[in-house]
Every structure is written in structure tokens, then in C-alpha cells.
């Protein structure tokens, strides 16, 4: 590992997403057609999707979060997520698995759910 990606003591490094995967732009697509019922903005915006990684097979692994553990929906955004996935074009398989590590904080969100929750 180099210096830069170190971790921080504590804290699991997340892999980075598969950007230059040519799928990887539809699969955001799809992401952010996934809202937490709670809250009007997708969850792609909101930063809850902490990787996205696409292999070679087109097999898609999505790394994710939620607001808080106590989330009324945590067991089914998952399933949202790959049901929003699966359809596309490509994709032979999806994972999708919820993460506690780094925990989720409004830093996370893009300017755009800042924006349109009022933060900003």
C-alpha cells in the first residue's frame, strides 16, 4: 500500500470504484433512480454508494450505506439498488452489500442533495 491510500487506524479502506468500466456511467444512472423514501433525493447524491466495482465479466459489486443503522428501510434498499441495476444492458450479476465502515455523514452528500436539502 502506498502512503496515500493508507487508511486511517480503524478504518477499512474501500476499493475504488471501476470508473473506466464502460458500464460504470449506466450503473450511477441507475443509482440515482433509488430514493430513500424519507428523504427527496437519490441515494447516489445523498452518498450512500461508496463503490462500484465491475469486472471484467460485467459482474457488478456495489458497496453502500445507509443514514443510520436504525434506517426503517435497511433491508430493502439493497434490493432496490439491484433491481435497479440488473436490467441493464450487460450486467451478468449484481452484489450489493450494506457497509458501516466509513460511517455515513452529510459531508458525503454532492453539492446538488446540499442544494436541494437546504444545507447549502
Known amino acids: 500500500m502506498t502512503e496515500q491510500t493508507q487508511p486511517l487506524e480503524g478504518t477499512p479502506l474501500i476499493a475504488p470504484s471501476s470508473t473506466d468500466h464502460p458500464l460504470y456511467e ?3 444512472e441507475a443509482c440515482r ?3 430513500d423514501p424519507e428523504i ?6 445523498l452518498g450512500l454508494i461508496y463503490t462500484i466495482d465491475i469486472n471484467a465479466e460485467n459482474e457488478v459489486d ?4 445507509l443514514t443510520a443503522p436504525g ?13 435497479a441495476v440488473e436490467p441493464l444492458a450487460g450486467v451478468k ?15 458525503m452528500m454532492s453539492d446538488e442533495a446540499r442544494l ?3 444545507f447549502m
Open 33 to 35: 433512480t433509488v430514493y
Open 26 to 28: 449506466q450503473v450511477v
Open 116 to 118: 436541494e436539502l437546504g
Open 93 to 107: 450479476q449484481v452484489e450489493v452489500a450494506l457497509v458501516w465502515e466509513p460511517p455515513w455523514g452529510m459531508d
Open 40 to 45: 427527496p433525493v437519490n441515494i447516489y447524491e
Open 62 to 65: 456495489i458497496k453502500m450505506s
Open 71 to 83: 434506517c426503517p428501510v435497511a433491508g430493502e434498499m439493497p434490493g432496490w439498488v439491484a433491481d
